[in-house]
């Protein structure tokens, strides 16, 4: 599976950004989609995953209630709304695809393709 983000930016801090991810390659074996972050210096870290065949989606505590992930199954992508970006949202975020059946998917381990990702800058 082949993985591209776009949507990232920069934005004052309260505003909202729209991150999308476009699917391409052996989508027919594709579980399960998510997000990553990596902010300077700092390990990459989940964000939100969903189910393509379900209705279930996972969450970071710490974006619970400001980000939305959802997905469109006709265009392979899926979508990474972020509203009331703070300062520390700052990050490159990465697009996951997950070939495995879990229980969850809240791990690096539970994905195997990555998008190359992209920047997000929320100022103060």
């Known amino acids: 599976v082949q993985l591209v983000e776009s949507g990232g930016g920069l934005v004052q801090a309260g505003g909202s950004l729209r991150l999308s991810c476009a699917a391409s390659?052996?989508?027919?074996?594709?579980?399960?989609m998510g997000w990553f972050r990596q902010a300077p210096g700092k390990e990459r870290v989940f964000v939100a995953a969903?189910?393509?065949?379900?209705?279930?989606?996972y969450y970071a505590d710490s974006v619970k209630g400001r980000f939305t992930i959802s997905r469109d199954n006709a265009k392979n992508t899926v979508y990474l709304q972020m509203n009331s970006l703070k300062p520390e949202d700052t990050a490159v975020y990465y697009c996951?695809?997950?070939?495995?059946?879990?229980?969850?998917?809240?791990?690096?381990?539970?994905?195997?393709?990555w998008g190359q990702g992209t920047q997000v800058t929320v100022s103060s």
């Open positions: 996951a695809d997950s070939e495995y059946y879990k229980i969850t998917y809240t791990a690096e381990a539970d994905f195997g393709s």
């Open positions: 969903i189910r393509w065949r379900t209705d279930n989606s």
């Open positions: 390659g052996r989508i027919f074996s594709s579980y399960a």
